[in-house]
């Protein structure tokens, strides 16, 4: 199974700082990395796909970037109902899989 | 827009089977893949497979063969069936569209399930 290992595992902010995820992955995935929100009690939500493509409706402060086997997630000016967890996930091979999730909170 | 509903007993006891369905509103199920995604509480996620419209079927081999996974086109309905169920089973289980089988682009709200 490709391995997904994600830095922080939290992180606290202010409201308006630039706040960076990464995302590792154990070998070569070809740029195939979602990013999800979940938000305490409710669902994961797509926000970026195939590694730097932002999902309809997301806003423009979130952003995905790639170097190799280590993908970056951004929140360019962290607002608080950023609050939550990310979590970045692969599908170059099956089975899909997740990082173990970055805990957002504001401070 | 897409909606999916998980539905099914939120309470199972060890060694038995664990029977959840999803019902998908708002769109077709015809030529999609349909995924089951589990998550411990307080942790983190795990794929339990997909069932393409079609019926083939992939699981992740961390679930040893236990799972089972149908889909009904005549009702928009797919179902997870897990076999010999443990505490370690105990987990909130989405259902969700697996969109050309890349990304997970709608999700159910997600039912807790509690083996006890």
């Known amino acids: 199974d490709i391995q997904l290992t994600q830095s922080p595992s939290s992180l606290s902010a202010s409201v308006g700082d630039r706040v960076t995820i990464t995302c590792r992955a154990s070998?070569?995935?070809?740029?195939?990395v979602n990013w999800y929100q979940q938000k305490p009690g409710k669902a994961p939500k797509l926000l970026i796909y195939?590694?730097?493509n932002m999902e309809t409706g997301i806003p423009s402060r979130f952003s995905g970037g790639a170097s190799g086997t280590d993908f970056t997630f951004t929140i360019s000016t962290l607002q608080p109902e950023d609050v939550g967890t990310y979590y970045c996930?692969?599908?170059?091979?099956?089975?899909?899989?997740f990082g173990q999730g970055t805990r957002l909170e504001i401070k | 827009q897409v909606q999916l509903q998980e539905s099914g007993p939120r309470l199972v006891k060890p060694s038995e089977t664990l029977s959840l369905t999803c019902t998908v509103s708002?769109?077709?199920?015809?030529?999609?893949?349909w995924s089951w995604i589990r998550q411990p509480p307080g942790k983190g996620l795990e794929w339990i497979g997909y069932?393409?419209?079609?019926?083939?079927?992939y699981y992740n081999p961390s679930l040893k063969g236990r799972a089972g996974l149908l889909v009904d086109s005549s009702r928009s309905q797919f179902s997870l069936r897990l076999y010999s169920v443990t505490a370690a089973d105990t987990a909130f289980y989405y259902c969700?569209?697996?969109?050309?089988?890349?990304?997970?682009?709608?999700w159910g709200q997600g039912i807790l399930v509690t083996v006890s």
């Open positions: 969700a569209r697996h969109f050309t089988a890349t990304m997970f682009d709608h």
């Open positions: 195939e590694a730097s």
């Open positions: 996930q692969q599908y170059r091979n099956l089975p899909i899989t």
């Open positions: 070998e070569d995935i070809n740029n195939y």
């Open positions: 708002g769109g077709s199920i015809s030529g999609h893949y």
């Open positions: 069932v393409f419209y079609s019926g083939n079927t």
